[in-house]
């Protein structure tokens, strides 16, 4: 059961590392919606192509309000509380269990 433990604790910390890393394209993201940044980039459409389906879910169910976008507030919440406080620690749990 051990190998399954190290296998399951090695998925973790890499869904760990990713939504870290979504933190910061997401960071990317508003920086590049409050500059005009040339959308041929190839930076920009990379930053793009990561975030907009997320985002663009999440306006479906709360649409800006009065020119300001909560979209971008909602995923940092997701990310940083149903990731990171939630979904890895309980992984890591469920490994240390199974050694």
């Known amino acids: 059961m051990f190998v ?3 296998l399951l604790t090695a998925i973790t910390l890499l869904i760990r590392s990713v939504a870290q890393l979504y933190v910061i394209v997401l960071i990317g993201a508003v920086i590049i919606s409050w ?8 930076i920009v459409r ?7 389906p997320v985002l663009v879910n999440i306006r479906r169910f709360i ?5 300001l976008d909560f979209s971008v507030l909602i995923a940092l919440l997701i990310d ?3 990731v990171l406080q939630f979904l890895v620690p309980t992984l890591l ?6 050694r």
């Not at 749990?93 to 199974?98: E, I």
């Open 4 to 6: 399954f433990a190290n």
């Open 46 to 52: 990379f930053i793009r192509a990561v975030t907009d």
């Open 80 to 82: 940083q509380f149903g």
């Open 63 to 67: 649409p800006p309000m009065g020119g």
């Open 93 to 98: 749990d469920f490994a240390n269990t199974l």
């Open 35 to 42: 500059v005009n940044a040339d959308p041929m980039n190839p």
